[in-house]
């Protein structure tokens, strides 16, 4: 079955360092999404990307995030000076287009903000 | 804005039926899904009603009434592997179809 992969599973940053999270959705998927779950916490949207543009962004992605699809197969997520509140767990997922199509998440990156 | 409320945790026994309730108050609705997540893992797709009624799939089944805001989830012949948090989400109209989801509801199932 096609999977969403992320690298890293697992990161560690100092506060005020740039982070890059990375994303490969399925290759015939044409939604992309990051989510983040602060431990404990619910699954919150963070923003949506079709067609090499941002579709709809969230309270919580303010200018310290960017998103970039690099090329064809990658999806990224920059978060610039991170800080303590940063730290999360972050999903990617995507979604094929027509009105039925599943979310697709992937296994997450664990970011740890010291 | 969106507001999907669903129970905290909720305890049953290995073999048994348990109910997971969902309720949602939204400005757009295209859409109720159903999601299973582990602890420290990615949500995983469960099930998607978007008419009003019963999908079942296997011993998963799920319900829905868009004039309530209700939705249910139903898990019979429960396993001890179901034991998992399960998400209530709801997809918008907006440009992306963004998920919302629920807090999660913690299922533990007893031998």
């Known amino acids: 079955e096609p999977e969403v992969t992320q690298t890293p599973s697992h990161q560690v940053t100092q506060m005020g360092q740039e982070v890059i999270l990375r994303c490969v959705p399925i290759?015939?998927?044409?939604?992309f999404y990051w989510y983040r779950q602060i431990l404990g916490q619910k699954v919150e949207f963070l923003v949506s990307?079709?067609?090499?543009?941002?579709?709809?962004k969230s309270e919580i992605f303010d200018d310290q995030f960017s998103v970039e699809r690099p090329d064809g197969s990658n999806f990224t997520l920059k978060i610039r000076s991170t800080k303590l509140e940063d730290s999360a767990m972050y999903f990617c997922?995507?979604?094929?287009?027509?009105?039925?199509?599943?979310?697709?998440f992937g296994s997450g990156t664990r970011l740890t903000v010291v | 804005g969106q507001n999907i409320d669903q129970p905290t945790e909720m305890t049953a026994t290995e073999g048994a039926i348990v109910q997971i309730n969902c309720t949602y108050q939204?400005?757009?609705?295209?859409?109720l899904f159903w999601y299973q997540q582990h602890a420290g893992e990615a949500p995983t797709f469960l099930s998607y009603n978007v008419l009003d009624g019963l999908e079942e799939k296997g011993r998963f089944s799920s319900f829905l009434s868009r004039s309530k805001g209700y939705s249910y989830l139903l898990l019979k012949e429960l396993q001890m592997k179901d034991s998992a948090s399960y998400l209530c989400?709801?997809?918008?109209?907006?440009?992306?179809?963004?998920?919302?989801f629920g807090g999660g509801t913690r299922v533990l199932v007893k031998p």
């Open positions: 939204t400005s757009g609705f295209n859409g």
């Open positions: 990307f079709y067609n090499n543009e941002i579709s709809e």
């Open positions: 989400a709801v997809r918008g109209w907006a440009a992306g179809n963004k998920l919302t």
């Open positions: 997922a995507s979604r094929p287009t027509g009105a039925t199509g599943g979310y697709t």
């Open positions: 290759s015939n998927h044409l939604y």
